[in-house]
Nanobody
Framework: QVQLVESGGGSVQAGGSLGLSCTAS????????IAWFRQGPGRERGAIAS?????????ADSMKGRFTISKGNAKSTLNVYLQMSSLVPGDTAIYYC???????????????????WGQGTQVTVSS
């Protein structure tokens, strides 16, 4: 059973940085996608970035530059990270990590491609 647990959320002032972690367990496929999404107040859940088993990354256009996705190299535990910088109040949201499978070798940034989700972690950016 795939389980995803996010951590690292919290409160930060505008202009600050924050790093999130996603610990994934139960992924048995050698090919997988892990992605970060977020859902702000009154907004739909939108994609931030994805990373595949080989470390190849994909970013939503509006997220390029301030967000960086990466993954750890430990074989025993799969950790995927999201580093965020120059945060603004509009980045306030619940941040989720999700797991899915590639489609034709690509980790597409659409939530329908991901069938396992974490509970989310709250990020609040104050002005």
């Amino acid at each position: 059973q795939v389980q995803l647990v996010e951590s690292g959320g919290g409160s930060v002032q505008a202009g600050g940085s924050l790093g999130l972690s996603c610990t994934a367990s139960g992924i048995t496929d050698s090919r997988y996608c892990i992605a970060w999404f977020r859902q702000g107040p009154g907004r739909e859940r939108g994609a931030i970035a994805s990373i595949d088993n080989g470390g190849r990354t994909k970013y939503a256009d509006s997220m390029k530059g301030r967000f960086t996705i990466s993954k750890g190299n430990a074989k025993s535990t799969l950790n995927v990270y999201l580093q965020m910088s120059s945060l603004v109040p509009g980045d306030t949201a619940i941040y989720y990590c999700a797991a899915g499978k590639p489609l034709f070798g690509e980790c597409y940034l659409h939530r329908t491609r991901y069938n396992h989700w974490g509970q989310g972690t709250q990020v609040t950016v104050s002005s």
